[in-house]
């Protein structure tokens, strides 16, 4: 978000010095399309950045809203961070309708999985400048195959999956195992726990 706010990918670009039309963060609104572990987390990461968050979940849980009024989220929205679990339901959830829904100076951020996306649409989307950018941790297809049309354009800033490296994965994932078998062994629920239904 801090990267299409600042317009980094166009200054990274750049040959020469130049000053494209960057603005704050602080003051914009954040919709984050899936409030789980992900979605949680950056919620507590924008608190101090004086953004305005609008939280989606499947049902609308928490002080969230429910995931049936994603219309009316994103022509509002500066950013849009998709950070659902990839399911059925949640495929292409952001496809054509959404993209040309969301305002022309916004961000699609995808740091769930790249299913959730209909890429084609974003290519569309991202060529005729209907969003002002994407940041793309996760593709689909992935990995992104060289010569794919999102390499070359120049409003897609594309990770390959990195957003949580793996050094950070393993030392978060231990305190995890840690903590569930405490719990195990203290016959107490454990963390994380799978709905097999609802596929997450």
């Not at 670009?13 to 609104?29: C, E, H, Q, V």
């Amino acid at each position: 978000m801090l990267a299409g706010a600042r317009r980094l990918p166009d200054c990274a670009r750049a040959d020469t010095w130049t000053k494209p039309p960057a603005r704050p963060l602080d003051g914009s609104t954040v919709a984050i399309v899936g409030a789980g572990g992900i979605g949680r987390a950056l919620i507590a990461l924008l608190e101090p950045l004086d953004v305005e968050v609008v939280a989606l979940t499947r049902r609308g849980r928490d002080g969230t809203l429910p995931a049936a009024r994603l219309p009316e989220v994103l022509p509002v929205a500066h950013h849009v961070v998709i950070a659902a679990p990839a399911t059925a339901d949640t495929r292409h959830i952001i496809g054509a309708a959404e993209l040309d829904a969301m305002r022309d100076d916004a961000w699609l951020v995808n740091v769930a999985r790249g299913a959730l996306v209909d890429t084609d649409a974003l290519v569309a989307a991202l060529a005729s400048g209907s969003i002002a950018g994407a940041a793309l941790d996760v593709t689909e297809p992935e990995p992104l195959p060289d010569g794919h049309p999102l390499w070359s354009e120049p409003r897609a800033l594309i990770t390959p999956h990195i957003a949580n490296p793996d050094a950070t994965l393993r030392r978060y994932l231990a305190r995890h195992v840690q903590e569930n078998v405490a719990r195990f062994a203290n016959g107490e629920p454990l963390l994380s726990q799978i709905n097999l239904e609802a596929g997450y």
